[in-house]
């Protein structure tokens, strides 16, 4: 069956780094966009980052934009997601998705409305405090 596990979350001081992983099994992984959630403490669950299939192309929220990095390596079924210069506001559990129709909408802007994406793993909490 389909499946995503995310790892890689962890305590980080602000300013910090962290790369989370995101493992994926079940399906045909190249055939997908995989996109990057996450959701703090009683906010409702955003789009982080969107990769293309081959991942040629990667999107990301104007939040993290400068910050993170998103990539995939389709030899192994993982994407990844490298948070640079993390700051406390990051502190929320991160999920995986593939997408259903991509990363973006018909005019080519990433979408993050997860209607568009599949289930998540159980995802991984990043916490960034000093």
Same mark, same amino acid.
């Given at each position: 069956?389909?499946?995503?596990?995310?790892?890689?979350? *962890?305590? !980080?001081?602000?300013?910090?780094?962290?790369?989370?992983?995101?493992?994926?099994?079940?399906?045909?992984?190249?055939?997908?966009?995989?996109?990057?959630?996450?959701?703090?403490? *009683?906010?409702?669950?955003? $789009?982080?980052?969107?990769?293309?299939?081959? $991942?040629?192309?990667?999107?990301?929220?104007?939040?993290?934009?400068?910050?993170?990095?998103?990539?995939?390596?389709?030899?192994?079924?993982?994407?990844?997601?490298?948070?640079?210069?993390?700051?406390?506001?990051?502190?929320? !559990?991160?999920?995986?998705?593939?997408?259903?129709?991509?990363? /973006?909408?018909?005019?080519?802007?990433?979408?993050?409305?997860?209607?568009?994406?599949?289930?998540?793993?159980? $995802?991984?909490? !990043? /916490?960034?405090?000093?």
């Amino acid at each position: 069956q389909v499946q995503l596990v995310e790892s890689g979350g *962890g305590l !980080v001081q602000p300013g910090g780094s962290l790369r989370l992983s995101c493992a994926a099994s079940g399906f045909t992984f190249d055939y997908y966009a995989i996109g990057w959630f996450r959701q703090a403490p *009683g906010k409702e669950r955003e $789009g982080v980052s969107c990769i293309s299939t081959r $991942g040629g192309t990667a999107y990301y929220a104007d939040s993290v934009k400068g910050r993170f990095t998103i990539s995939r390596d389709n030899a192994k079924n993982t994407v990844y997601l490298q948070m640079n210069s993390l700051k406390p506001e990051d502190t929320a !559990v991160y999920y995986c998705a593939r997408s259903f129709s991509g990363c /973006t909408d018909y005019s080519g802007t990433y979408n993050p409305d997860p209607r568009r994406f599949g289930s998540s793993g159980q $995802g991984t909490h !990043v /916490t960034v405090s000093s």
